[in-house]
């Protein structure tokens, strides 16, 4: 089994644009090649939005060299890239999107979730690539909540929607570059399962709702996050009463890691590249 390593609780909150008060609850600049092969991990926990007419969001925006992932749990978000991708995701749906050689894109809440407001949750994370697929072209997976094949757990009084990775002989919706597993998972009060995460992957569990028991003693709610070692096969949840969480693992990338802002690459130079080619337009442009 898989022994706790740290429990991230009480994250401080900050604004990604106008659009996401999200809690950066791991993060590569903290936490380093421990988190590989995702280099980050923002939570927007529930925050109700009040009716407008203009979307929030973020502005049009560059990345290169690895995947930003965005998983919806409440509200709508519209989104569209200059490799000519666009989107609308809602609750249970997931977009992938390949940043890779570059793309410069804008995330927005969508514009009939603006206008009645609500309340918007959701994760992004930030997958890295390996060295040898950070200049491959641009690519985009919308996978719908529809597309998401669901396990059930527990008695069949659980499920595991798979969004990447295998469960148990299930595949999940999402083509990665190296193995990730991404399982959004419901367990009853009183269920007690083992994730099978293999031996050698990071992983790490959030709470999303209810409070569950992770990798033994430890007992969290919404918003806090264990990270496990690397050591053990599979992680250990006993649900004190309904819950959500998230599991998140993955084989590290054993590569170093240099990044500035929304790009992240191998080395210094490769940064100093990213900064003149999105310069000179050559990253595609949003008009
Ligand atoms: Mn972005």
Redesign the pocket.
Known sequence: MKTLASVHADTPTHWVGDGFPVQSILSYHEHGARISPFLLLDYAAPAEFPAAEKPRG?ER?P?RGFE?VTVVYQGRLAHRDSAGHAGVIGPGDVQWMTAAAGVV?E?FHEQEFTRRGGVLEMVQLWVNLPAAHKMSPPKYQTLLARDIPIVPVAGARGRVRVIAGDFEGTSGAAQTFTPVDLWDVRLPAGATVVLPVREGFMAAVLVLRGQAGLGGSERLRGGELALFERDGAGVAVAATDDCGLLLLAGQPIDEPIVGRG?FVMNTADEIQQAIRDFQAGRMGRLD
């Open positions: 973020v925006h990345h930003t894109h995330e929304p």
